[in-house]
């Protein structure tokens, strides 16, 4: 192993295989997370440690790792004091934001959180509810959850849990009365560690890749021939990210375009390129994109 190493805290639970796809998207070759907290990478200047996403800022902080990801909810309940690296847009299910909503049963009076005043909530994340609360002058007796939140809402007052989908909470006949927190992956780093020339460069790399794979997964490659006649209609449909590169082709008459454009807009593109006139329309996936 290299003499420089960088020791980097992989979420386990929810997080590990989106965190462990994005590095294989990535060019990463990990083995054996299915079995050891101690994968392994093909890159002899990275240690990985699998840990839960709820104490990883605390042990980033404290310099027992260098830098790993977490949410942003954890950073906040922790008030863990780290180097935020970067944003990863990426979560168990979708690639939308969590939140930590305020739940109680559908035939609860409660309609606000004011209601709560005097009650009871459940949560995992015990400091953030506190404090939102503490911020609205309602007094609520905050309790520690060890799982199956939803369950509790019938036995105390209220819960406070993390969705992505709201189809639990609906599935538990539970409705939402307010957003406490919405959170996303960050890419967080020790702050010693980010002083160091080695780890800060090894750790700017990683995010440099790992955003490149998140960019790729909403966006296309398109590539079309266009006659030379119909250059211009076309251009003016492509939304391109900076430029659309134009090629000549062997017929002199025609020309190559080639793009990357969102996957969304690929559906409603495709028939106004073909009735402007493009031909030999093709698109494809991308594994990375870099700006």
């Not at 979560?91 to 409660?110: F, I, M, Q, Y």
């Not at 609906?170 to 890419?187: E, G, M, P, Y």
């Amino acid at each position: 192993m290299s003499q420089n190493v960088l020791k980097l805290g992989i979420p386990k639970g929810s997080l590990q295989n989106a965190t462990f796809d994005l590095f294989e998207k990535a060019g990463f070759n990990v083995t054996g997370f299915e079995r050891s907290y101690f994968p392994r990478i093909d890159d002899d200047e990275i240690q990985l440690i699998m840990l839960r996403a709820q104490e990883m800022s605390r042990y980033v902080e404290d310099g027992v790792l260098d830098a790993g990801f977490t949410g942003y909810d954890w950073i906040m309940e922790n008030g863990s004091d780290i180097q935020e690296v970067c944003e990863l847009q990426y979560s168990k299910a979708t690639s939308n934001p969590a939140r930590w909503v305020l739940a109680v049963p559908n035939e609860s009076a409660v309609q606000k959180p004011e209601d709560l005043d005097g009650g009871i909530i459940a949560t995992e994340l015990v400091n953030a509810t506190r404090n939102y609360f503490d911020k609205k002058g309602v007094n609520v007796k905050v309790e520690f959850s060890w799982g199956a939140t939803e369950v509790k809402a019938r036995l105390v007052d209220g819960i406070v849990e993390l969705t992505e989908t709201g189809s639990s909470l609906k599935a538990n006949n539970l409705r939402i009365v307010d957003t406490l927190l919405t959170s996303t992956t960050r890419f967080i780093a020790n702050k010693d560690a980010w002083q160091d020339n080695f780890k800060r460069t090894k750790i700017e790399n990683l995010a440099i890749l790992l955003q490149a794979v998140i960019d790729a997964r909403t966006r296309v490659g398109m590539k079309m021939n266009v006659a030379a006649r119909d250059l211009q209609t076309v251009l003016s449909l492509l939304p391109a990210e900076k430029s659309p590169t134009v090629s000549p082709l062997a017929e002199k008459d025609f020309v190559a375009i080639e793009i990357i454009i969102d996957d969304k807009t690929e559906r409603q593109l495709v028939p106004k390129l073909k009735r402007a006139g493009a031909s030999g329309i093709i698109t494809y996936p991308l594994n990375r994109v870099i700006h």
